[in-house]
């Protein structure tokens, strides 16, 4: 079956540095745009980044633009966050998508 792990969420102070990491099986991994998503606190859950199935091609939401850096390794069925100069407002739930399926996502908290 499907799935999709995430890893890498922790506690961070603002101006930190977190790497996420989605690890996929169950589907062909090399075939599919791959995304991630955040939900804050009583917020809905939002768009973050995305990437092509070759890479050629990244996409951020305006707020992540220049910290945040997606990437994936197709050999080895995985895609990352990495999220550079951490505001609190980062502070989310971080899920990892294919197109039909997410991640049970990993806790990111940003705070001195």
């Known amino acids: 079956q499907v799935q999709l792990v995430e890893s890498g969420g922790g506690l961070v102070q603002p101006g930190g540095s977190l790497r996420l990491s989605c690890a996929a099986s169950g589907f062909t991994f090399r075939f599919y745009v791959m995304s991630w998503y955040r939900q804050a606190p009583g917020k809905e859950r939002e768009f973050v980044a995305s990437?092509?199935?070759?890479?050629?091609?990244?996409n951020y939401t305006d707020s992540v633009k220049g910290r945040f850096t997606i990437s994936r390794n197709n050999a080895k069925d995985t895609v990352s966050l990495q999220m550079n100069g951490l505001k609190p407002e980062d502070t989310a739930v971080y899920y990892c998508k294919s197109p039909d399926y997410w991640g049970q996502g990993t806790q990111v908290t940003v705070s001195s």
């Open positions: 990437i092509t199935q070759s890479s050629g091609r990244t």
